[in-house]
């Protein structure tokens, strides 16, 4: 089993990259956090792979100063839109005479609920059970040991444009990286902070990044639905580009150091000097028309959640509320424009630091940047895995039960 893991998330704008340990107990040991500019990725899409295999060396490099076995367990997150999410189910009758239900008819069972007909351009990222149910009994989390006659599980597969993962994955492979698993960015984002109370209320996720917007619901502990948008904070940047008569580096600036989601906390009087900012530009830009710009544009992005939300019945209807995440995250007032938008309460994620044994303490801090969730997710979806893996190889429980029943008087 490999020691090391790496949560490699790909974005527009950079590449962040959580570099772990496995531990024998609890979650992995945090070693390193990566951040490096992106190009040659636009939208969750590769547009370029020389340019993102360019980007993407250095981040693979400072990977293997750590160990150079890293590289060889990447869990890489996928983000593009074209991603879907289906239901299905598999159902089988279980094999035995004595109705007891084996690890190979919940096997069955999965591979049933798999079996489903997706076009020759998509690929299978995920196969989530929601439940199992035993002769009509719902709710079931593990139906090993039980008796029953029938066995069905219920479960949602999610897949994906088949070219752009494999665009994605060849950028990774080419610099001697091997791939651990594919990961969907809002299961990721989600698996890093949302809790299991809120998980079980009913909460939903939002990942504003750069160039996409991501989002997830959660209830009763089950995933319900998953969408991507592409949107993102680089929209605001444009918007402000073409509003301003600015550079986008410019506007980029004045969105992070003077920007703000809500235009009615903003004085008509307040007003941002550009040539202070980039000295090719000239005049001043009200704040109150810089807020009017984000705030319409991150509007747009929280309607598209509604609507959404409106498709599954959950609009105003989760109470755990709203989860922000991502470097869009970052804005001011987004927590109170995201409130008003959806009718529900809102908090910036941030990573649960017990979830991770922090080897350097420089880290501890940028676990407070919403901007390394999804990496931190796609870390910990990881170490799940490794987790799942040992399991499987302990002593197959059900056998044990049998031995102890059969020697008892």
């Given at each position: 089993?490999?020691?090391?893991?790496?949560?490699?998330?790909?974005?527009?704008?950079?590449?962040?990259?959580?570099?772990?340990?496995?531990?024998?107990?609890?979650?992995?040991?945090?070693?390193?956090?990566?951040?490096?500019?992106?190009?040659?990725?636009?939208?969750?899409?590769?547009?370029?792979?020389?340019?993102?295999?360019?980007?993407?060396?250095?981040?693979?490099?400072?990977?293997?100063?750590?160990?150079?076995?890293?590289?060889?367990?990447?869990?890489?997150?996928?983000?593009?839109?074209?991603?879907?999410?289906?239901?299905?189910?598999?159902?089988?009758?279980?094999?035995?005479?004595?109705?007891?239900?084996?690890?190979?008819?919940?096997?069955?069972?999965?591979?049933?609920?798999?079996?489903?007909?997706?076009?020759?351009?998509?690929?299978?990222?995920?196969?989530?059970?929601?439940?199992?149910?035993?002769?009509?009994?719902?709710?079931?989390?593990?139906?090993?040991?039980?008796?029953?006659?029938?066995?069905?599980?219920?479960?949602?597969?999610?897949?994906?444009?088949?070219?752009?993962?494999?665009?994605?994955?060849?950028?990774?492979?080419?610099?001697?990286?091997?791939?651990?698993?594919?990961?969907?960015?809002?299961?990721?984002?989600?698996?890093?902070?949302?809790?299991?109370?809120?998980?079980?209320?009913?909460?939903?996720?939002?990942?504003?990044?750069?160039?996409?917007?991501?989002?997830?619901?959660?209830?009763?502990?089950?995933?319900?639905?998953?969408?991507?948008?592409?949107?993102?904070?680089?929209?605001?940047?444009?918007?402000?580009?073409?509003?301003?008569?600015?550079?986008?580096?410019?506007?980029?600036?004045?969105?992070?150091?003077?920007?703000?989601?809500?235009?009615?906390?903003?004085?008509?009087?307040?007003?941002?000097?550009?040539?202070?900012?980039?000295?090719?530009?000239?005049?001043?830009?009200?704040?109150?028309?810089?807020?009017?710009?984000?705030?319409?544009?991150?509007?747009?992005?929280?309607?598209?959640?509604?609507?959404?939300?409106?498709?599954?019945?959950?609009?105003?209807?989760?109470?755990?509320?709203?989860?922000?995440?991502?470097?869009?995250?970052?804005?001011?007032?987004?927590?109170?424009?995201?409130?008003?938008?959806?009718?529900?309460?809102?908090?910036?994620?941030?990573?649960?630091?017990?979830g991770f044994e922090i080897k350097e303490e420089d880290l501890a801090p940028k676990l407070e940047d919403p901007e390394f969730v999804?990496?931190?997710?796609?870390?910990?979806?990881?170490?799940?895995?490794?987790?799942?893996?040992?399991?499987?190889?302990?002593?197959?429980?059900?056998?044990?039960?049998?031995?102890?029943?059969?020697?008892?008087?």
């Amino acid at each position: 089993m490999q020691n090391y893991l790496v949560g490699l998330d790909i974005g527009s704008k950079s590449i962040k990259a959580a570099v772990g340990e496995i531990r024998r107990e609890g979650g992995p040991a945090l070693l390193n956090l990566i951040k490096i500019p992106s190009v040659g990725v636009r939208k969750g899409h590769v547009d370029d792979i020389s340019d993102l295999t360019q980007a993407l060396a250095p981040v693979l490099g400072e990977i293997k100063k750590i160990s150079k076995s890293a590289i060889n367990n990447i869990f890489l997150g996928v983000g593009s839109n074209d991603a879907k999410i289906q239901p299905s189910i598999g159902v089988v009758a279980v094999s035995r005479a004595d109705y007891e239900i084996y690890q190979d008819d919940i096997q069955r069972a999965i591979q049933s609920a798999q079996a489903i007909n997706i076009a020759p351009n998509r690929v299978v990222l995920h196969s989530i059970i929601k439940e199992f149910i035993v002769d009509g009994v719902k709710d079931i989390k593990d139906p090993l040991g039980m008796i029953g006659n029938r066995l069905e599980v219920n479960t949602l597969i999610v897949d994906a444009f088949s070219p752009a993962v494999k665009n994605l994955t060849k950028c990774v492979e080419i610099l001697g990286g091997n791939l651990g698993g594919l990961i969907l960015g809002p299961i990721a984002s989600a698996r890093a902070v949302l809790t299991k109370n809120q998980r079980e209320l009913g909460a939903v996720l939002i990942d504003i990044g750069f160039g996409k917007t991501s989002m997830c619901v959660y209830e009763e502990g089950k995933l319900l639905h998953a969408a991507i948008f592409p949107i993102g904070s680089g929209n605001i940047t444009n918007d402000l580009a073409i509003g301003l008569k600015v550079a986008i580096e410019t506007a980029e600036t004045v969105k992070l150091s003077f920007g703000t989601a809500l235009a009615r906390e903003i004085s008509t009087r307040d007003s941002v000097e550009l040539a202070k900012i980039d000295g090719r530009t000239k005049g001043l830009a009200s704040k109150k028309f810089i807020a009017d710009i984000i705030e319409v544009r991150l509007a747009e992005i929280f309607e598209l959640v509604n609507n959404e939300l409106k498709d599954i019945g959950k609009s105003g209807r989760l109470p755990a509320g709203i989860v922000l995440v991502g470097g869009g995250a970052k804005l001011p007032g987004i927590v109170d424009l995201a409130r008003q938008e959806l009718k529900l309460s809102t908090q910036i994620g941030l990573p649960e630091a017990s979830g991770f044994e922090i080897k350097e303490e420089d880290l501890a801090p940028k676990l407070e940047d919403p901007e390394f969730v999804s990496a931190l997710g796609l870390l910990l979806c990881g170490s799940d895995k490794a987790s799942e893996a040992k399991k499987l190889k302990m002593p197959f429980r059900g056998a044990w039960r049998r031995i102890f029943n059969y020697l008892s008087p």
